[in-house]
């Protein structure tokens, strides 16, 4: 008779586990989006490592802001692909086709999406959520 398990307990401890599993989705979810998408360490189109100060900049007399944080080879590609769509062609860069346009057009397009994202009202409401709540402590399931 010592191992009945109270239900009230039992449900009450089910009830938390799922919150909390929930909460840790939440997390997660952030934890994501900003450590995919907002890493000073890395170039935000290929990944590679970068230091913290260094700075995106393209050919020497072009004065091209660029607005993402990119490596060395990134930052020119950028520059190239601007320069093309200002409709200045490099013939010995045969490989900058209209693929390769697509591609960065397409990049382009993702970081609007993920800036988009990250303002939305639905994404907001999961930050606010995540300050309101307090951790759940791990609790061995009740006797």
């Given at each position: 008779?010592?191992?009945?398990?109270?239900?009230?307990?039992?449900?009450?401890?089910?009830?938390?586990?799922?919150?909390?599993?929930?909460?840790?989705?939440?997390?997660?979810?952030?934890?994501?989006?900003?450590?995919?998408?907002?890493?000073?360490?890395?170039?935000?189109?290929?990944?590679?490592?970068?230091?913290?100060?260094?700075?995106?900049?393209?050919?020497?007399?072009s004065n091209l802001k660029i607005p993402y944080r990119f490596c060395e080879s990134c930052s020119e590609e950028y520059g190239n692909y601007i320069e093309r769509l200002q409709g200045k062609d490099d013939p010995e860069c045969y490989w900058h086709n209209e693929d390769w346009i697509e591609v960065w057009n397409k990049w382009i397009d993702y970081q609007s999406v993920i800036d988009r994202y990250l303002k939305s009202k639905e994404f907001g409401q999961l930050l606010e959520e995540l300050r309101k709540t307090e951790p759940i402590p791990d609790d061995p399931e009740p006797k």
């Open positions: 008779m010592t191992k009945i398990i109270q239900l009230e307990d039992k449900l009450q401890y089910t009830k938390e586990k799922k919150a909390e599993i929930i909460r840790k989705r939440k997390i997660l979810a952030v934890q994501k989006i900003f450590h995919c998408t907002h890493c000073a360490f890395k170039c935000e189109k290929c990944g590679t490592q970068i230091s913290p100060g260094q700075k995106s900049k393209v050919k020497t007399g």
